[in-house]
């Protein structure tokens, strides 16, 4: 029998969702759209500086990516840094990894500071290798980031890396202690009664589905048509992520929605959970088409890849379970017979230079393609963009950099060329 999609986050939330604001203003200082981690992030900021403040949210805060991930909260970008190096020069990638390192201090302190209880964990997470070559890159990449970042990752051969990970199939690791992990699902929804309580108007199952520009007496002002009405706002943030559509065409035109999928375990023993985990590290591993995983607060594996490159479906859905238990036992034999609880996808929102970007479009803040390290970046980017409308100088080292459009075939709405990508990146693995 094929598992019903569930996904294990959802279920753990133990408070009430926020309640949506009632009736919709006719004018607001800034309006939001998307009502995920970027989008609250942005919010609670805002409304704690005394900002007017309306966010839309076209299903339930936090339904997109925000509640589907794994909840892993990573130092670092996607990309190595060699080539971050050899794109943007030594001193925008330092600031680059410094904002990397800040926006996991920001996810801390926002919990910390509002008391939203998710099980973050400064666990450190663990990268390991499928391949022998893989590794013998980890020692000089450690010495780089030393050497450029000040920051420290430890090399772990494959003798010792039994005390990190319960599986034999890895060529060694490197481990970086800055890493964090938490439970996504209630982190956001205590990012939402967060901004709520600071004052920002939430409206939820309210779809933003047209904006125009609207002058007034000089002054430059945007019409937003939304499900719930219209309303007029003299700033909009668009944080929209992977599920951005056309009420924003200039941005959609940027985005490639991947999808990704996850399963989750039944609860197992705390002896097997120690085996397979001794440190409870979050862990992915070398290859493009990676396995990302964790032990959750309860004991059981989550374990998460690119199961299909389409976003989600019911279909995708139900075939991800099988191919991510088989990928699970590769890596894990002991969990042969673990029966799997949970089955969920999600869609990423990744860029065609794989980098985070944040700026103006069409005279509209944004951000996004966060890819698979928005849990810490699409906070941090929320809070960067509201200190911007607040008058903040702008230091966000991705603002100015080349944001390219989405080939076409790739971009959201119209994905017909992602089984190319997926099989481009299954090439690549088996030739680097
Ligand atoms: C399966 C999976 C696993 C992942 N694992 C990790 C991980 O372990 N660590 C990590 O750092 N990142 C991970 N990510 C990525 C991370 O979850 C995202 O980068 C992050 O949640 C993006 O947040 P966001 O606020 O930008 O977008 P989202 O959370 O996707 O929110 C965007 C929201 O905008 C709404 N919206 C869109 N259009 C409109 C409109 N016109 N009107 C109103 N609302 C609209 C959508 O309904 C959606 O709720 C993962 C993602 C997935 C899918």
Not at 208 to 223: D, L, S, T, W, Y
Not at 334 to 357: C, N, S, Y
Request: hydrophobic share 40%; glycine share 10%; proline share 5%.
């Amino acid at each position: 029998m094929p598992i019903a999609e569930r996904n294990y986050w959802l279920e753990t939330v133990a408070t009430p969702p926020v309640p949506s604001a009632r009736d919709l203003p006719d004018s607001t200082d800034v309006a939001i759209v998307g009502g995920g981690f970027c989008g609250l992030s942005a919010a609670r900021t805002l409304a704690r500086r005394g900002v007017n403040v309306a966010l839309f949210e076209a299903e339930t805060f936090g339904w997109g990516a925000s509640s589907r991930n794994g909840g892993m909260v990573l130092t670092g970008m996607k990309l190595p840094v060699p080539t971050l190096i050899h794109r943007y020069g030594r001193e925008t990638v330092r600031k680059m990894y410094a904002a990397s390192l800040e926006t996991i201090d920001c996810v801390e302190q926002i919990v910390r500071e509002e008391k939203i209880d998710c099980d973050f964990s400064r666990c450190g997470h663990l990268e390991v290798a499928c391949k022998q070559a893989h590794f013998d890159g980890y020692e000089e990449s450690a010495e780089l980031v030393k050497r450029e970042f000040n920051h420290e990752l430890r090399v772990v051969s494959k003798s010792e890396l039994r005390r990190e990970i319960g599986s034999d199939i890895y060529f060694g690791g490197m481990v970086d202690e800055a890493s964090a992990g938490l439970n996504p699902a209630r982190y956001v929804a205590g990012l939402a009664l967060a901004a709520q309580h600071a004052g920002a108007r939430l409206h939820d199952h309210a779809r933003v589905e047209k904006i125009e520009r609207e002058p007034e007496n000089g002054a430059r002002k945007f019409r937003l048509h939304t499900s719930k009405g219209a309303l007029t706002a003299r700033e909009v943030i668009l944080a929209s992520g992977a599920y951005t559509m056309e009420a924003t065409p200039a941005l959609r035109k940027k985005i490639i929605p991947i999808g990704s999928y996850i399963v989750a375990t039944e609860i197992l023993s705390g002896n097997l959970s120690r085996e397979l985990s001794p440190r409870n590290r979050m862990i992915y591993d070398s290859k493009h088409f990676l396995y990302y995983y964790r032990l959750t607060p309860d004991n059981r594996m989550l374990f998460g890849g690119r199961a299909a490159f389409f976003p989600e479906t019911e279909n995708t859905v139900r075939q991800s379970a099988e191919i991510l238990r088989r990928g699970m036992i590769t890596v894990y034999p002991q969990l042969r017979d673990a029966k799997i609880e949970f089955v969920w996808g999600g869609t990423l929102d990744f860029t065609l230079d794989v980098m985070p970007h944040a700026g103006k479009i069409d005279d509209m803040f944004f951000a996004a393609g966060f890819a698979g390290h928005g849990v810490a970046a699409a906070t941090w980017f929320g809070a960067k963009l509201a200190g911007l409308i607040c008058g903040e100088a702008n230091d966000i080292p991705f603002a100015n950099i080349k944001f390219p459009a989405a080939p076409i075939g790739l971009r959201s709405g119209n994905t017909w060329a992602l089984p190319l990508a997926g099989a481009w990146y299954r090439i690549l693995d088996l030739f680097t």
